[in-house]
């Protein structure tokens, strides 16, 4: 069995995580609020505070794929099962190139893993 990576596939999963952003924006505290507030409670304020924004941070999955795989998704024999013909997706799976046959399988693993979208790049030997 060969087992040389040929394809590393970066799936962008639809899920990601919330994370503050590293740069903040500072404010100004009105010096009315900060005396009422030291008045009623006595708690003594800052005059100004930095608050950092949530942002998105998109989470990826990896997958390697091997040699013998790249072949096969790239061959005519590799045509998916008789249902992806509902959607008419794969009616000229005679007529495309193995470029593009090898785009639709990956586009295959790619929904399902649950990804949105997908980069890969192919290593030459």
């Known amino acids: 069995m060969n087992n040389n990576v040929k394809i590393h596939l970066t799936i962008e999963?639809?899920?990601g995580a919330l994370v503050r952003k590293g740069i903040g924006q500072e404010y100004s505290v009105?010096?009315?609020a900060i005396e009422s507030a030291r008045k009623e409670s006595g708690v003594?304020?800052?005059d100004k505070f930095i608050h950092r924004n949530l942002v998105n941070k998109p989470s990826f999955k990896t997958i390697q794929i091997n040699e013998e795989a790249y072949y096969y998704f790239q061959s005519f024999d590799s045509r998916p099962q008789a249902y992806s013909f509902k959607n008419g997706y794969w009616k000229n799976w005679g007529r495309m190139t193995a470029?593009?046959?090898?785009?639709a399988h990956l586009n295959i693993i790619c929904i399902s893993e649950g990804g949105k979208s997908f980069t890969f790049e192919?290593?030459?030997d």
């Open 44 to 46: 003594i304020l800052p």
């Open 13 to 15: 999963m639809e899920s």
């Open 30 to 32: 009105n010096p009315e």
């Open 99 to 103: 470029e593009e046959r090898l785009v």
């Open 122 to 124: 192919v290593f030459e």
